[in-house]
């Protein structure tokens, strides 16, 4: 198969851990006889230094004739009190809304190796295994009016939460299709006893769910959601939410990781004529700026992006799941990162990414 892949590397230990992804790539390529095809581009703070934008058109141009992209981190310390428009996660949403990608995939897995290095006790994080779909390009980020107004006591800040049923439609379809190819269970997460957006939102999944009689589905609000991922977090197979909701339960699943590193994310749009998903990959975690450049960053979660590329976007289940045996075997082996190792000497981030290649 060919794979034209755009790598963005993003801000920080971006550069670091998608270095370590692309050399999986390559290896998985080499190994099933794959043609790659990778070009790099930029977005972020990077893209701000160099072109003025955290968005150029040159990634625009690229990120739409890529069969897949590949992404680090953005965001800087630097552009923390710039105007919304030049900060680097602009850039973010903008490839986002450029590519169609609506639906964030967010696997959450506990593996033995790490039970000791979530602060929940064993028995509830041992088992744990769910993905988080978080509609991407709607809700509170995207609605408008938005803006702060006035001055002195009537400054006033705005943000407008709106959705229609068409983008709630088509999420919850998708997150329907991935409870088919799990254990057939799906929890839908909103608001309803107080926002009328999340009481379409409840409306419009009940209405799809009657097309899929197969899947068990509950409703959960969003605050008892958040308290039932430390309490019970093996109650949960597949987690429905929408944008804001779903970008901080997904965040608060990286305890039942054991470290933030640990997580992939794959944001997904239409099929394409081939059947695939067009996608946008990326580790979970920020640029982490205070480490970066000291080759210390965990790379699993850039590595973990690629396997839900190969899944996702390329149909090649065998090769995904020859990446996440890989990186399980090499947690097992002890050789990781220090995030991952609090005591005795840790894995650089290029020792982490070789190991899973040699495994591979």
């Known amino acids: 198969m060919n794979l034209n892949i755009l790598v963005l590397p993003g801000d920080g230990i971006g550069t670091e851990v998608t270095g370590e992804a692309v050399k999986v790539l390559r290896v998985v390529a ?87 290095s979530s602060p929940l006790k064993n028995h509830l994080v041992d088992g744990v295994d769910m993905i988080i779909v978080r509609e991407l390009t709607g809700g509170l980020y995207y609605g408008t009016p938005r803006g702060i107004t006035g001055s002195g006591l009537e400054e006033r800040g705005t943000n407008t939460m709106t959705y229609t049923r068409a983008e709630i439609d088509r999420v919850t379809r998708m997150a329907f299709e991935l409870a088919r190819k799990r254990r057939k269970k799906l929890t839908s997460v909103d ?49 429905l939410t929408e944008n804001m909701f779903g970008d901080i339960l997904s965040d608060e699943g990286a305890v039942l990781a054991g470290s933030i590193g640990m997580l992939p994310s794959a944001s997904i749009g239409a099929k394409k004529a081939n059947g695939a998903w067009t996608g946008l990959y990326e580790p979970v975690h920020g640029s982490a700026p205070d480490i970066a450049g000291q080759n210390k960053a965990n790379p699993f979660g850039a590595i973990g992006s ?33 995030d991952l190792r609090p005591a005795g000497t840790p894995a650089t981030t290029e020792q982490t990414g070789e190991a899973v290649c040699q495994a591979i």
């Open 191 to 239: 608001k309803s006893n107080v926002l009328e957006t999340s009481q379409l939102w409840r409306k419009v999944v009940i209405e799809v769910s009657k097309e899929y009689n197969d899947i068990a589905l509950d409703h959960i609000l969003v605050d008892n959601c958040a308290m039932q991922l430390v309490l019970n977090p093996k109650r949960f197979d597949v987690v």
């Open 306 to 338: 690629v396997a839900a590329m190969l899944e996702y976007s390329f149909g090649l289940g065998e090769e995904a799941a020859a990446v996440n045996r890989a990186m399980e075997q090499v947690l097992n082996s002890g050789h990781v990162t220090a």
């Open 30 to 116: 080499a190994k099933w006889g794959h043609q790659l095809t990778i070009r790099e581009g930029l977005l972020g703070g990077v893209a701000i230094h160099k072109t003025g934008t955290p968005f150029p058109e040159e990634t625009e141009r690229l990120s739409l004739e890529a069969d897949a992209v590949l992404m680090g981190a953005v965001g800087l310390p630097e552009f923390d009190e710039a105007p919304p428009s030049q900060r680097p996660e602009i850039g973010l949403l903008k490839i986002r809304q450029t590519m169609g990608v609506y639906a964030n995939l967010r696997p959450v897995r506990s593996y033995k190796a790490l039970l000791d």
